[in-house]
């Protein structure tokens, strides 16, 4: 965190790059989701016992819950993608610099109230 804290405060406004439109953006996304743990946690703890539950109840609750979730993790998606397009005007400017460096500070006084209760755990303080 602390690592984290300071490249934020070593943030420039000209390292951001929106204007750059990169191939294979769709291609990366798709892998990176395709390898990301979460839809499989999602699905092996909660998304799969109600399908299981879901299908005593009728199969077009099972289809419907299946839609239905789909549907809004998708749309969800397009929303954010729409919002990041939009604010691409926020982050070229001065201010969204203040607020990194803001958050950078933040960062690094949580890692060091982490790092003073972890030694207070172990019984060093």
Same mark, same amino acid.
């Given at each position: 965190?602390?690592?984290?804290?300071?490249?934020?405060?070593?943030?420039?406004?000209?390292?951001?790059?929106?204007?750059?439109?990169?191939?294979?953006?769709?291609?990366?996304?798709?892998?990176?989701?395709?390898?990301?743990?979460?839809?499989?946690?999602?699905?092996?703890?909660?998304?799969?016992? $109600? *399908?299981?539950? &879901?299908?005593?109840?009728?199969? @077009?609750?099972?289809? +419907?819950? #299946? =839609?239905?979730?789909?549907?809004?993790?998708?749309?969800?998606?397009?929303?954010?993608?729409? $919002? *990041?397009?939009? &604010?691409?005007?926020?982050?070229? @400017?001065?201010?969204? +610099?203040? #607020? =990194?460096?803001?958050?950078?500070?933040?960062?690094?006084?949580?890692?060091?109230?982490?790092?003073?209760?972890?030694?207070?755990?172990?019984?060093?303080?």
């Amino acid at each position: 965190m602390i690592h984290l804290g300071f490249e934020n405060l070593r943030a420039e406004i000209n390292t951001f790059k929106t204007d750059k439109t990169e191939k294979g953006a769709l291609k990366r996304g798709a892998i990176t989701n395709f390898l990301s743990p979460n839809p499989y946690l999602f699905w092996l703890s909660i998304g799969g016992p $109600i *399908v299981f539950e &879901s299908l005593n109840v009728n199969i @077009s609750a099972t289809v +419907l819950f #299946i =839609l239905g979730f789909y549907t809004v993790l998708i749309e969800s998606k397009i929303v954010i993608t729409l $919002i *990041v397009d939009k &604010s691409k005007s926020i982050i070229k @400017s001065k201010y969204y +610099l203040y #607020i =990194l460096r803001a958050l950078g500070i933040i960062l690094i006084l949580f890692a060091l109230i982490f790092f003073k209760n972890a030694l207070r755990l172990m019984g060093f303080i």
